[in-house]
């Protein structure tokens, strides 16, 4: 599931490029940053402006994501993913949002999951991705 959100974070990330809206530098750089709220990306994907990050209506589904400290694109937590995964919980292996929770809160405790001291989770056997050439991969 986390593979799967982070593919449609970069997706989303990519038709923001391609759209000219310049990626931040920082999560306050975002929330700074003089763009339009809500707009049309490329293929009619509509976008909303949100805090520290963006809410992508991607023709697989919606992801809404937040950007790291320094302007990371990988990082997520419980209420990212349980909101991107929707109905498909079971998909991916979940009966429920409990069982999803109790998971996630099981492996923040094996430290398979970095807490990054606000908002977002990291995977701790992955670099961050955060600048264009890092995901253009």
């Known amino acids: ?19 000219a809206i310049p990626l931040p530098t920082s999560n306050a750089d ?7 709220e ?15 990050g963006c809410a992508v209506h991607l023709p697989a589904g919606p992801v809404s994501f937040d950007f790291g400290e320094q302007g990371e694109i990988d990082g997520f937590n419980l209420s990212r993913l349980a909101g991107f995964a929707g109905d498909r919980l079971a ?20 430290g398979s999951l970095l807490y990054s001291g606000y908002i977002l989770y990291y995977l701790a056997s992955a670099s961050r991705t955060n600048q264009k050439s890092d995901f253009a991969t």
């Open 1 to 19: 599931m986390i593979a799967d959100y982070q593919n449609a974070v970069r997706n989303a990330v990519d038709l923001l490029q391609q759209a």
């Open 30 to 36: 975002w929330a700074d940053m003089n763009i339009a």
């Open 38 to 52: 809500q707009g049309e990306l490329a293929g009619g994907v509509r976008y909303f402006k949100h805090g520290y």
């Open 91 to 110: 998909q991916y292996g979940f009966d429920d949002e409990q069982a999803l929770k109790l998971s996630f809160d099981n492996e923040v405790a094996a």
